[in-house]
């Protein structure tokens, strides 16, 4: 007899509150760096939030979804199914299902690739979508990493990299766009034959430099980023990924703060050391 956790009895739970009447027979759970997802496949994704600070965000972020599901965009993204609950620290939401799978690591198809990145930064910024993305923060994001990141690397890494970032800092400026912020990985359902299905995880949605999103694409490998964007989109996006990686640059993009910064060091630490013996 399996024994399960407090925890899984608890986003049971809260998905049974929001959903009532639809089986939980093949509920499975997932976790990310901000909820909990109870996913109910072919019904729904009732997205959990882990702290008290994601509860606040929580309706902003359904609202981002609504937004998008009328961009025109050729995919799907989850759409809000109820309102956003409270369930003590917590807040829930029940979004659509969006079926299709991840590909392998490795293995994107660079016109897919580029046809998506298009899609993405080619979305009519609305007024109210403006107003719902994450707003930029105050303080420059380069001087966010010089100031609080850097002075805390190893000896040998800290000169390299900050001339890495100062060489980000520096790019030409381009029109902001549409940037997804965490494209890859589970977050790109593909079908069967190919076709992109839908996008989600919208969390991290911001306005900037497209390049980004094509960075957090080489997930799949940097030859397919090359196939799928123009050359100089690909240059922009191999420098934003130098100095510590695009996925942690987003995270001082979006306008979230630094709020553990020994962790976040750490983490860059390991991108840069894996990324060394290459």
């Not at 991840?102 to 080619?122: C, H, I, K, M, N």
């Not at 390049?211 to 964007?229: F, P, S, Y």
């Amino acid at each position: 007899m399996t024994t399960r956790s407090p925890v899984t009895d608890e986003l049971l739970e809260i998905a049974e509150a929001l959903l009532p009447g639809h089986s939980l027979d093949t509920a499975r759970i997932t976790a990310g760096n901000l909820h909990h997802v109870v996913l109910l496949p072919g019904t729904a994704a009732v997205r959990v939030t882990k702290h008290s600070s994601s509860a606040e965000e929580m309706p902003r972020r359904m609202e981002v979804l609504r937004e998008l599901a009328t961009a025109g965009l050729p995919f799907a993204v989850p759409e809000p199914l109820t309102p956003v609950t409270r369930f003590g620290e917590r807040a829930a939401a029940a979004v659509s299902w969006i079926d299709g799978e991840a590909w392998p690591e490795g293995q994107g198809d660079p016109g897919q690739t580029g046809r998506l990145l298009r899609a993405v930064r080619e979305v009519t910024v609305t007024p109210r979508l403006r107003r719902l993305l994450n707003a930029p923060r105050e303080q420059g994001w380069a001087d966010v990493l010089a100031e609080e990141v850097v002075p805390h690397l190893p000896d040998r890494w800290r000169e390299e990299c900050r001339g890495r970032l100062e060489e980000a800092r520096t790019l030409e400026a381009v029109p902001d766009a549409l940037v997804h912020g965490d494209l890859g990985a589970d977050n790109v359902h593909w079908g069967r034959d190919g076709r992109l299905v839908g996008v989600l995880d919208w969390d991290q949605a911001h306005l900037f430099d497209p390049a980004v999103d094509a960075a957090l694409m080489a997930w799949h490998g940097w030859d397919t980023v090359r196939k799928a964007v123009d050359p100089e989109t690909y240059r922009r996006a191999r420098v934003y990924d130098a100095p510590f990686g695009v996925g942690h640059l987003v995270g001082v993009l979006d306008g979230r703060p630094l709020v553990n910064v020994d962790k976040f060091v750490a983490s860059i630490v390991a991108w840069l050391e894996e990324n060394a013996q290459r």
